[in-house]
């Protein structure tokens, strides 16, 4: 009796083990957003992704979900995760959080996930001069990926026109076209000021100074420098972006199509999953994707 009371000890044990270091390997993921187009196909991905669990749906205080089960909404039977308002909570079972909503909400989120030392992948857009800098700041805190587009074949492409724009000389000119759905509240997108950004940085020129936004009227000859960035919003396009280098009697056009949400969402959770074994600092996605 005694001698199978300790072969059941010594198997409980070790059972409890197994499974705490199964759990201890599981990245436990917050969702903030979570009703919203990204935050529904970034669960969607989370649901499917081994070594990933989903900690907590977050929403904004009056979303008409809140307090649905998380699968309701995304149509898939119940997952056990209700939609809720309280971040505070959320967080305290997250290793990371993945926020795709306004940046107003993102910089609130930010200063409690910096509180818990838990870590954020950001992909919203459309953050101010001075949310910028706020998120520099705290990149040496806590460990943040912030990038405005999260798929592979735009960070590739981010890496691509750098290249040619630093072997064109300046006889090319160079324009950016962005076109999104209309629901979309920011413009240019992020991606499109990222472009822009990188070319800038390239062809060593000021951005402030050169990019031009829209053009009406008689506006005289296009000056060299000038960095074009033009937006377009219709119907339910996910995200292009197409890059023009304009020479005499030549043109290059590189044209990114996102054809779903699920590429930014899965780049979001690869970026999590990453994050979670970095130490702290600012980090994009041309990092998770070993592109620098
Ligand atoms: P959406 O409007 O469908 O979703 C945003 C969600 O955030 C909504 O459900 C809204 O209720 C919620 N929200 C607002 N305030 C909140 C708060 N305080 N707390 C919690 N939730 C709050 O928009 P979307 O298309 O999912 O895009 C969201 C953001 O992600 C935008 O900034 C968009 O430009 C950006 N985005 C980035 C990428 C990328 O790859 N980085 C890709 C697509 C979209």
């Excluded at 290793?95 to 030392?117: R, S, W």
């Excluded at 060593?204 to 074009?228: D, M, P, Q, T």
């Excluded at 396009?237 to 005499?248: A, Q």
Aim: net charge neutral; with cysteine; glycine share 8%.
């Amino acid at each position: 009796m005694y001698i199978i009371d300790i072969q059941f000890n010594i198997k409980f044990a070790l059972c409890v083990l197994y499974f705490s270091m199964e759990r201890s390997d599981m990245v436990r993921i917050a969702v903030t957003g979570a009703a919203g187009r990204m935050g529904k196909s970034i669960i969607n991905v989370i649901k499917d992704t081994a070594g990933a669990e989903l900690a907590g749906a977050v929403e904004r205080y009056d979303h008409p979900n809140i307090g649905k089960d998380e699968g309701e909404i995304l149509g898939c039977g119940k997952l056990g995760v209700k939609i809720t308002e309280n971040f505070e909570k959320v967080i305290k079972k997250a290793d990371c959080v993945i926020d795709f909503t306004l940046p107003e909400a993102t910089m609130h989120y930010l200063d409690i996930a910096l509180e818990n030392d838990v870590a954020m992948v950001i992909g919203t857009t459309g953050f101010s001069h001075q949310q910028r800098e706020r998120l520099k700041e705290v990149g040496s805190k806590m460990k943040i990926v912030a990038a405005p587009n999260m798929s592979v074949g735009v960070n590739l492409l981010l890496k691509v026109v750098s290249d040619i724009a630093k072997v064109l000389d300046s006889s090319y000119d160079v324009e950016i076209v962005e076109a999104h759905h209309r629901l979309k509240k920011d413009a240019p997108s992020g991606t499109a000021m990222r472009f822009a950004e990188v070319l800038a940085y390239s062809l060593n020129r000021n951005l402030e100074k050169v990019a031009v936004y829209e053009r009406h009227g008689i506006i005289g000859e296009r000056k060299s420098e000038e960095i074009g960035i033009q937006t377009i919003r219709a119907g339910d396009i996910v995200g292009d972006h197409t890059i023009i280098f304009g020479g005499l009697g030549e043109r290059i056009e590189i044209t990114h199509r996102a054809q779903s949400r699920e590429t930014f969402a899965r780049g979001a959770v690869r970026a999590a999953m990453w994050l979670v074994k970095q130490p702290k600092g600012l980090y994009d996605m041309q990092d998770v994707l070993g592109l620098k």
